[in-house]
Nanobody, 128 residues
Framework: QVQLVESGGGLVQAGDSLRLSCAAS????????MAWIRQAPGKEREFVSA???????YYADSVKGRFTISRDNAKNTVYLQMSSLKPEDTALYYC??????????????????????WGQGTQVTVSS
C-alpha cells in the first residue's frame, strides 16, 4: 500500500507561483507512474501532468510551459512547480500513483482508473 499526502496549495493571485508536494509512504514510488490530476467545481477530473519511473513526462496543453513535474526518489516525493498561474488553474489538485504493469496495452499517461493510490487533494485558488 502507498499513502499519498499532498501539500502546498493555497490562495494566490494570477501570475504567482506555487509548488505542490506529494509525499508518499508505505513503499517506494520509484517505479510508479505519478500524476497530478485536478478537478474544478462542476468539471470532470483532468490530467495536469504525469511522470513515469523511467522518466517519460506528460503535460496537459493548458499547462505546458508553466508547470513542471519532478520527483525526488530519495524523499519518496513528487512535486508540481506551477508558475504564471491563471484563474482557470483553480481546482483541487490530487496526487495519484500507478503501480507498474508489465505488458500493459494502455498508453501513458494511462487511464485514471488504473491509478491505484490517491491523495486527499490540496486546493489551489487563483484570484484575478
Amino acid at each position: 500500500q502507498v499513502q499519498l499526502v499532498e501539500s502546498g496549495g493555497g490562495l494566490v493571485q494570477a501570475g504567482d507561483s506555487l509548488r505542490l508536494s506529494c509525499a508518499a509512504s508505505g513503499r517506494t514510488i520509484s517505479y510508479h507512474t505519478m500524476a497530478w490530476i485536478r478537478q474544478a467545481p462542476g468539471k470532470e477530473r483532468e490530467f495536469v501532468s504525469a511522470n513515469t519511473g523511467s522518466g517519460s513526462t506528460y503535460y496537459a496543453d493548458s499547462v505546458k510551459g508553466r508547470f513542471t513535474i519532478s520527483r525526488d526518489n530519495a524523499k519518496n516525493t513528487v512535486y508540481l512547480q506551477m508558475s504564471s498561474l491563471k484563474p482557470e488553474d483553480t481546482a483541487l489538485y490530487y496526487c495519484a500513483a500507478r503501480r507498474p504493469r508489465p505488458g500493459t496495452t494502455t498508453e501513458f499517461p494511462f487511464p485514471m482508473e488504473e491509478y491505484n493510490y490517491w491523495g486527499q487533494g490540496t486546493q489551489v485558488t487563483v484570484s484575478s
